[in-house]
């Protein structure tokens, strides 16, 4: 009886600790398991990197308008789908000097949702979602892109080898602004509360791959956030550039 006990009792620590552990590779920021990542760049300069997410959508535009106003460049995590559908914008947000990242194909969350019977997308299903976002952006961009963001910061099986085979670094954030679910002011506070020297901001022209998303309070928060982190001395630079020392 006691030794049923004990056994049962090992049993759930260890079921508990290996969850713990693939929840870590799957979302922690810091987490290299399903490929190497970064979520910070260099801290000994007073930069910091706006990163949007999900584009381009016919909201891009009004972005880069108020971007260049301010002379600040950014990345921009985009997917396949939404590149197609939108082959100017994705071009112009490149021309304007802003760097261009991998986001996928169709925005797909790769790892299987939990209470679900799990649909374990494969490794080659993994492989598929970036290597084809990388081909459109090549095509329809004219650039390679170096770094990609998981869809939902959410890695998986099959990522070191695509990352591998394309050269992709993957990008988490030190802060995300939920714009795609609260009002402009509370995201501007959050990001201006979190942002720090080599800091990565996620923000989202997009909304995974709606043809015409609402992105209005994440440029209502822009309007915000820029200006204090100007008085606050920050620089803007790319994700690349805030990756070197
Ligand atoms: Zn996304």
């Known amino acids: ?7 049962i ?37 007073r930069s910091i990197a706006l990163t949007f997410d999900d584009g381009p959508s016919p909201k891009s535009f009004e972005l880069i308008e108020y971007l260049a106003r301010w002379n600040i460049r950014a ?20 021309e304007a000097g802003h760097e261009i ?4 194909y169709s925005h797909l969350l790769l790892r299987p949702k939990l209470g679900y019977k799990p649909r374990i997308n494969s490794r080659r299903t993994v492989a598929r979602q970036f290597s084809l976002a990388q081909e459109i952006i090549e095509r329809e961009v004219g650039v390679t892109p170096r770094l990609l963001r998981a ?15 394309l050269g992709l670094l993957g990008v988490m954030w030190t802060v995300i602004g939920h714009d795609w679910e609260w009002p402009a002011r509370p995201i501007a506070d959050l990001v201006l509360k979190k942002a720090s020297p080599g800091g990565i901001i996620c923000l989202h022209d997009g909304r995974d791959i709606q043809p015409n998303p609402d992105v209005s309070e994440m440029l209502k928060a822009m309007k915000v956030i820029v200006p204090a982190l100007v008085d606050q001395g920050y620089s803007f630079e790319t994700v690349s550039e805030l990756l070197r020392p």
């Open 151 to 165: 869809p939902y910061g959410m890695r998986w099986f099959g990522m070191r080898d695509v990352q591998r085979e």
């Open 1 to 7: 009886m006691i030794t049923r006990s004990v056994a």
């Open 75 to 94: 990345t921009f995590f985009q997917c396949g789908i939404n590149i197609l559908r939108h082959p100017p914008i994705a071009r112009q947000i490149h």
């Open 9 to 45: 009792g090992c049993a759930a620590v260890a079921t508990v600790s290996a969850a713990g552990i693939l929840n870590y590779a799957v979302r922690g920021r810091s987490a290299q398991i399903f490929g190497p990542s970064v979520y910070r760049g260099c801290s000994s300069r």
């Open 101 to 104: 990242g991998n986001h996928t």
